[in-house]
C-alpha cells in the first residue's frame, strides 16, 4: 500500500516509515525528511529467524530509484525493540546484540565497503567482548549437529570440530558456558 501526502507536509516534518519503503518515498518526494526503521529488518523484537543479522547487515536506508536530492532527504535509520514480550533485561540484550552491531556498521559505512565475511569473523570477536561486559548476547548456533550426554562412569566423546574462528566452551559445575570458560576439545 503507497501513501501520499498529497496535501503536502509542513517544512519541519520528519517522517519514520516502519511499515517498510513507501512511505519514506512518499515523504522524500513531497520534500520531506524521512528516517528508515522497516519493521522486518529493524525491530530486534522480532526472531532472528525472522529478522536474520545478515539481512539486517545487508540494509540500506536509501529506497532504491530515489534521485540524489531525494536520497539526500534520507536522515538515516534506526532500530528499535519493543519490550511487551521480552521478560527479563537478558531476553532485550539477545535480541538487540548482535544484531545492533549489524545495523550500526550497515548505517555508518559506506555500502561499497561492506563485507559480510569480514563481518561476521569480528562478530565472534565482540560476543567475547559482550560477554567479558556480562551484556548478554544472542550466539549463533553452530552449523554443526550437538548433543548433549549425561553419563556416570566415564565415556569417550568425539565432539565435531568447531568452524574456524570459533571455539567451543565447556563448564564442569553446570553453569551455562561463556567467552572465559574452558575450551572443549576433549574430555579430561
Do not use: C
Amino acid at each position: 500500500m503507497g501513501r501520499s501526502f498529497g496535501g503536502g507536509l509542513p517544512g519541519n516534518t520528519v517522517v519514520m516509515s516502519w511499515r517498510g519503503e513507501a512511505g519514506a518515498k512518499a515523504a522524500i518526494q513531497a520534500g520531506a525528511r524521512a528516517v528508515m526503521a522497516p519493521q522486518q529488518l529493524t525491530y530486534f523484537d522480532h526472531s532472528y529467524q525472522a529478522t536474520p543479522m545478515k539481512e539486517v547487515y545487508g540494509f540500506d536506508p536509501v529506497p532504491k530509484g530515489v534521485t540524489a536530492e531525494q536520497a539526500a532527504l534520507i536522515k538515516g535509520g534506526q532500530g528499535q525493540v519493543w519490550t511487551e514480550r521480552l521478560e527479563q533485561w537478558g531476553d532485550v540484550e539477545q535480541a538487540v546484540f548482535p544484531r545492533i552491531l549489524a545495523l550500526s556498521e550497515s548505517l555508518w559505512s559506506d555500502s561499497k565497503a561492506k563485507n559480510w565475511a569480514r563481518f561476521e569473523a569480528g562478530v565472534q570477536q565482540q560476543i567475547a567482548r559482550l560477554d567479558q561486559l556480562e551484556v548478554q548476547s544472542h550466539v549463533p548456533e553452530p552449523e554443526f549437529d550437538y548433543y548433549f550426554v549425561a553419563f556416570r562412569d566415564s565415556v569417550t566423546l568425539n565432539p565435531p570440530k568447531a568452524p574456524p574462528g570459533m571455539s567451543v566452551k565447556r563448564t564442569r559445575d553446570g553453569s551455562v558456558p561463556r567467552a572465559t570458560s574452558e575450551d572443549f576439545d576433549r574430555l579430561s
